[in-house]
Structure formats: structure tokens, C-alpha cells
């Protein structure tokens, strides 16, 4: 097996805690990860204070229907893309009335799609006022890029809480 690369547990702690000691909250609209980083997160003692829920949004509709993404947005612009990451983080930030949304959506392999190889992830982190979406190209197998997509976003959201 390959090594996944999973969030060091002090990095989820830390997240825990910097949201804790703000008052914040979080949830996350899941394709390539089906439902990793909110499990990641749920592995902390207390966690039901800071983790307000998620999707798993693993068929393009359900991006849609739960999170509300905008059709044209993914007529335009397909699942696998900035523009999807940016409005799936919204979405379900929105929906799940959390003060932060986490996006991930992206190739975990083996096979291209869409013309994205395996790997390719966009991670999308959005506050209400500001959306940052990130590109990230992911070695290993399926499980590493799974796991790398759930590390680097419990990073991106540590460095956006500063």
C-alpha cells in the first residue's frame, strides 16, 4: 500500500482548535474525497463543535442538487475545475450555514477526466467574503491523492485562520 500522506493528527487538532477558539465553523462538499476530510476532522475528541456537516458529491448532479452549483458552471467549465471548486465551497458553506467551506474536487486516478490527469485537485475554501481556490497536482496512487487532498486542505484553512 502506499502512503497516504493523511494529515499529521496535530495539524487536525490545531485546526480544531484555532475554529474552537474563534467561534467558527466548518463543512465541506466532497467529490474525489467522498467524505475523507470531514471524517478526518471527526476524529477529534469535540469535534461537533466545530464540524457542521458535508456532501459528498461524487456524480456531477449531486454538485448541483446539494451544493449548489450553478448548471452553466458546469457546462462551462465541467467538474473538474476552478470555477466548480470555487462554487461548491460557497454552496455548502452556505447550505450548511458554517462560517468556512472546503471544497475538493479532482482526479484521483487511475484514469484522466475530462482531460485532468490523476492527481489533479482544486481546492476550494471560502469564508462568505473571499473564495480561494487551489491547483494542486498530487502524486501516488488513488488513496495518496485522497489523502494529500485532505492534508493540504486542513493546511490551506490553518494558514487562512492565520
Known amino acids: ?25 466548518v463543512a465541506a462538499a466532497e467529490s474525489l474525497t467522498a467524505g475523507l476530510f470531514c471524517a478526518t476532522l471527526a476524529t477529534v475528541p469535540g469535534a461537533s463543535a466545530t464540524l457542521r ?11 448541483t442538487t446539494l451544493a449548489g452549483v450553478p448548471q452553466d458552471v458546469l457546462a462551462a467549465h465541467g467538474p473538474v475545475s476552478p470555477e466548480t471548486a470555487a462554487s461548491l465551497a460557497e454552496g455548502v458553506r452556505e447550505r450548511c450555514r458554517s462560517t468556512w467551506g472546503i471544497a475538493l474536487t479532482g482526479v484521483a486516478g487511475p484514469d484522466p477526466v475530462d482531460g485532468h490527469g490523476a492527481g489533479r ?29 485532505v492534508a493540504a486542505a486542513v493546511t490551506e484553512l490553518l494558514g487562512r485562520l492565520g
Open 1 to 25: 500500500m502506499t502512503d497516504t500522506a493523511a494529515p499529521p493528527d496535530d495539524a487536525v487538532r490545531r485546526l480544531h482548535a484555532a475554529l474552537l477558539s474563534r467561534g467558527q465553523t
Open 53 to 63: 456537516g458535508g456532501v459528498v458529491v461524487y456524480a456531477t448532479d449531486l454538485k
Open 121 to 149: 485537485v482544486y481546492l476550494g475554501v471560502a469564508d462568505g467574503s473571499r473564495t480561494d481556490v487551489v491547483e494542486l497536482d498530487l502524486p501516488g496512487e488513488r488513496a495518496a491523492v485522497r489523502a494529500g487532498a
